[in-house]
C-alpha cells in the first residue's frame, strides 16, 4: 500500500477529485495549509502599502491505495493540478505499512 500527500492550488481541488474518482478512488482527506515553496510568497498592496504575503493558501490531498494503483494516481493528479506556473504543488508518496478500518476490523488493502 501507498500512502499519497499532495500539496496544490485550491482551484484544482474539484479537478483532481473528479480524476480520483474516474480511478476508483473511494476516499481522500482535504486540508486547507498554507506554505510556500520556490515561489516565496507574493507582494500585495493594501492601502498604499507594499507588503509581503510569506504564507500562501494552499491544499493537501492524503490518500491511501493499493501498490499497483499508486502510478496511476500520482499521474492523475499531476495531469488535473499542472498549469504549468510556479506553484502548482508536490506529490509524496510513502511506503504504508498496514491498514485497519475500525468499524469491521478489516486490514490491509481491504481496509482501503
Known amino acids: 500500500m501507498i500512502y499519497i500527500v499532495a500539496i496544490m492550488q485550491p ?3 474539484e479537478s483532481v477529485q473528479d480524476a480520483l474518482t474516474e480511478l476508483g478512488v473511494t476516499g481522500m482527506t482535504v486540508s486547507e ?20 504575503v ?3 493558501p494552499k491544499i493537501k490531498i492524503e490518500v491511501a491505495v493499493p501498490t499497483a494503483q499508486a502510478g496511476a494516481v500520482k499521474d492523475a493528479i499531476s495531469t488535473a ?3 504549468g506556473k510556479i ?3 508536490k506529490i509524496f508518496t ?3 505499512k498496514d491498514a485497519l478500518r475500525i468499524r469491521t476490523g ?3 488493502e481491504t481496509a482501503l
Open 11 to 13: 482551484g484544482k481541488l
Open 33 to 52: 495549509v498554507q506554505g510556500y515553496g520556490r515561489q516565496k510568497g507574493k507582494s500585495e498592496i493594501y492601502r498604499g502599502a507594499e507588503y509581503q
Open 106 to 108: 478489516e486490514a490491509g
Open 81 to 83: 493540478a499542472k498549469s
Open 54 to 56: 510569506n504564507f500562501m
Open 87 to 89: 506553484g502548482d504543488g
Open 94 to 96: 510513502f511506503a504504508l
